[in-house]
């Protein structure tokens, strides 16, 4: 339980990758005043939380009526895992997202759009927690998804509010490094997806952790 507890919780909050957006949220919000920048840090969080409980909820009876099945959907969610880790190993995807919020004005609410979707809730993540849902065999495990995403939430909410604190201590090449820490250890879990879709499958024999 604790196994699945932390790789849920990592997982999810390596996607969803707060301090990643911070350069995103920063120019969106550049005009802003503090009470309206905290205002929009707190409902992106809240509505990136309630999408991702929404389709860990809905998202693998979805799946079922569209004739997916869970091994051909472990391999796929593992796949798109590994460019996103790519992507954040060079420390370009987040960068390039910033740079073109920085070219336009920011829309009178920006906090549903693009911050808590799809920069907070993008597919990675939505299609991770399917991924954990379809493997939380009993309402422990069920809990511990729902909480793993709560957490994350709450995570995303606290690094918005120190935005401004965490980007003049880290700076761009600290947030950079940060990235490709996460990247890395998200391309693990994600060839473990990978490596679990195929066992599901039959391809291979199941993997032993020793």
Request: aromatic share 6%.
């Amino acid at each position: 339980m604790l196994d699945f507890a932390t790789t849920a919780f990592i997982s999810i909050l390596f996607l969803v990758d707060p301090p990643g957006t911070v350069p995103a949220f920063m120019a969106l919000t550049a005009h802003y005043t503090p009470q309206r920048r905290k205002k929009t840090a707190l409902i992106a969080c809240i509505t990136a939380t309630l999408t991702l409980m929404g389709f860990a909820a809905i998202g693998n009876i979805l799946f079922r009526h569209l004739g997916l099945t869970l091994p051909a959907f472990q391999i796929a969610g593992g796949l798109i895992l590994f460019v996103v880790a790519l992507d954040m190993i060079r420390a370009d995807h987040k960068e390039e997202k910033s740079e073109e919020m920085k070219d336009a004005q920011p829309a009178s609410d920006v906090a549903i759009t693009p911050l808590a979707i799809p920069f907070l809730a993008g597919p990675a993540a939505l299609s991770t927690v399917t991924v954990l849902m379809s493997q939380a065999d009993d309402i422990a495990r069920v809990s511990v998804v729902f909480g793993a995403i709560a957490l994350t939430g709450l995570v995303s909410y606290v690094t918005f509010r120190l935005a401004d604190p965490i980007q003049r201590r880290l700076g761009t090449t600290g947030i950079h490094v940060l990235g490709r820490i996460l990247g890395l250890v998200l391309a693990g879990i994600a060839v473990q997806f990978v490596l679990n879709g195929l066992s599901a499958a039959g391809l291979i024999k199941p993997v032993v952790v020793a």
